[in-house]
């Protein structure tokens, strides 16, 4: 797949944002204006909606671009302007309609709808990750991110660029999630916020203790699912200041 | 109670570590040789017997010295060279044979092992801090750091000059002290290794859930009792500078 730049402008505080469409998924990389010779990598996930998503994917690439990491995102399958799939927007309807019935979601639901994204958006995140580490400059080791949760550990399973991940757990995770989990291996930084109303708290223990890495921490805050404590991002930044540095 | 110095001397680097104690009950207080003019004071806790714990206080008083704080421990009842009492000792030999038999422990010896404990030593923790308030120097706000998490947990709740506590979720913990918890409000780091033996995984995400804080942050790690990562130790020192510098 080919990488294209769009646009680029320097943010007023020394970060330079250049867009990307990679064979037409709109992309963002942002980069210390004044990297050092090889900048580490971090791919930013996020729930979907690149515009939505904008301001808070902002914060966290100056944050890395203060700490000497380069960061990079995609808009994900049936997200943003990228077409919808109607099988997933039925499972979406679906999933919905349980939450709104105050009742559990059934697994084949879960399974509808974040499988399928899975199996997209891996191979597209591989491919923005070749794309990325052929522009001058950026170097490695990689690092991930965020959500979507199912995405992350995917990618930690099958992705041996990636050294280290932050694992947000904010979202529905399929069986066989839970299964890929046992065989991951890198060091894991997985957040929770406790009283996150949409996600499921013993689902979401139940995906740390599977996952299979020696080195993996979990930090729960109080807290509905944006309310992530701000010293978070400081802690983040030293996880992957120790792993990718 | 009387605070009486026994010993004092300068370790090599730069703390000066004073043996004490307070009517009987031994003490150790660890300052930074050259402190700022008011020095908040961290108490260390510690599962009793302070000569088997000594390298580990120390290791962590070495670690507070040189972020800036004072720091403190006394000997737990029934612990080290202090009285022991017959009905602790039944109900730990009854825990301990429910541990070796691999059955559930019973909340009665629970009960009986621990709650006598926090009794005993809350009041005793509290007339350490009476003394060591009133030396010159040392002037608060003040932290807990440690176990027994059924001690932290009374004392944070009834000693309204401890202003931030970190909890370490290793020990069993009664009914009583989950109700306690309900009420707690100041910020918390807890700790738990996720592997720990010793310890009922499910009864200290319980603790966690149940604890009142508005501010309250988990740190779960792999690995056993003894294993907490040494970055850990960074992330107390950082949890303290915020809530008590």
């Known amino acids: 797949m080919t990488l294209t730049f769009t646009s680029d402008h320097c943010l007023d ?3 330079l944002e250049r867009r990307f469409t990679l064979d037409g998924i709109p ?3 942002w980069t210390p204006e004044n990297p050092p010779a090889a900048t580490p990598l971090i791919l930013l996930g996020h729930p979907g909606g690149l515009d939505r998503m904008y301001p808070r994917l902002l914060g966290r690439a100056r944050h890395c671009a203060a700490s000497g990491f380069a960061t990079a995102t995609i808009e994900l399958p049936g997200a943003g302007d990228r077409p ?3 099988p997933a927007e039925q499972a979406r309807a679906d999933l919905r309609r349980a939450i709104e019935a105050a009742e559990p979601v059934p697994a084949e639901v879960v399974d509808r709808l974040v499988l399928p994204l899975v199996e997209t958006a891996v191979p597209e995140w591989r491919a923005a990750l070749d794309a990325l580490l052929a522009l001058p400059g950026i170097e490695g080791p990689v690092g991930f991110s965020g959500g979507i949760v199912s995405v992350a ?5 099958v992705e041996s660029r990636i050294a280290a991940a932050l694992l947000f757990a904010g979202s529905f995770v399929p069986r066989a999630i839970l299964d890929d989990a046992r065989h991951v291996t890198i060091p894991l930084l997985m957040l929770l916020q406790w009283d996150d109303e949409g996600n499921d708290r013993q689902l979401a223990l139940d995906l740390f ?5 020696t080195e993996k921490t979990l930090h729960a805050n109080t807290g509905g699912h944006t309310g992530v404590p701000g010293f978070e991002g400081d802690d983040a930044g030293r996880f992957f200041g120790r792993h990718l540095m």
Chains 1, 2 share one sequence.
């Open 27 to 29: 992309g963002i990389l």
């Open 84 to 86: 919808r799939s109607a």
């Open 209 to 213: 203790d599977a996952l299979g890495s």
């Open 153 to 157: 550990v995917r990618l930690a399973l």
């Open 13 to 15: 505080d020394d970060v």
